[in-house]
């Protein structure tokens, strides 16, 4: 029987659990594991970031990220059925202190001008619009994916408005697989880019 309940109820094979279980360990805190270390530097390698880190869960890696490009009273722009918005227990209220300019979208994505037309004025009166949190796949939008070349205009309208991106790459690979898009061309239109290993 296969569970369609949720993407997040994979199990390890035997292979993957004495490959757990044969890796070598050490400190993490004193950076003395050398698996993290190379799983770090892998993922980074695999996007053409400049560094990784490894956490637990994909929530925390996106909130770190959100956390890490804003500040109090900022606004974060994304799809309204958002993994990081709708999801994450207010995480961006919480450990951010940000507002969310939530867009419809069309089955989950959002297009440059739906960007575009949700950067708020510079007025007093409004949160700083500071960046784009783009999910792929789309996990509210059916599987829904963006191809590389929506994702250049999303981010040339993000640059033109000063604001920074993430992207919630938890199904990231499935993208790569149909689209037949490069991983390491994410990197430079991206700020943070959060993969989750546990689908």
């Known amino acids: 029987m296969i569970d369609f309940r949720s993407d997040t109820l994979t199990k390890p094979s035997k292979e993957m659990l004495e490959a757990m279980m044969s890796a070598k360990v ?23 970031m400049d560094s990784g880190i490894f956490c637990p869960s994909g929530t925390m890696t996106n909130q770190i990220a959100l ?24 995480g961006i209220a919480a450990n951010s202190g940000c507002s969310v300019r939530l867009i419809a979208g069309d089955r989950g994505k959002i297009t ?3 960007v575009a037309d949700s950067v708020n004025p510079e007025d007093a009166h409004y949160p700083i619009s500071s960046v784009v949190s783009l999910e792929n796949t789309v996990n509210k939008g059916g ?37 037949g898009d490069r991983a390491q061309a994410y990197g430079p239109y991206f700020d943070t880019i959060s993969v989750c290993l546990s689908k």
């Open 26 to 48: 050490g400190d993490d805190v004193f950076g003395e594991d050398p698996t993290v270390k190379e799983l770090e530097r892998k993922c980074a390698d695999i996007f053409g």
């Open 67 to 90: 956390r890490t490009l804003t500040r109090p009273c900022e606004e974060i722009i994304c799809y309204e059925g958002s993994h990081v918005y709708k999801y994450e227990g207010g």
């Open 112 to 114: 440059a001008k739906e």
């Open 143 to 179: 599987g829904s994916y963006y191809h590389l070349s929506e994702i250049e205009q999303i981010a040339k309208t993000a640059t033109n408005h000063g604001l920074k991106m993430h992207l919630d790459g938890a199904r990231i690979f499935n993208a790569l697989v149909e689209t």
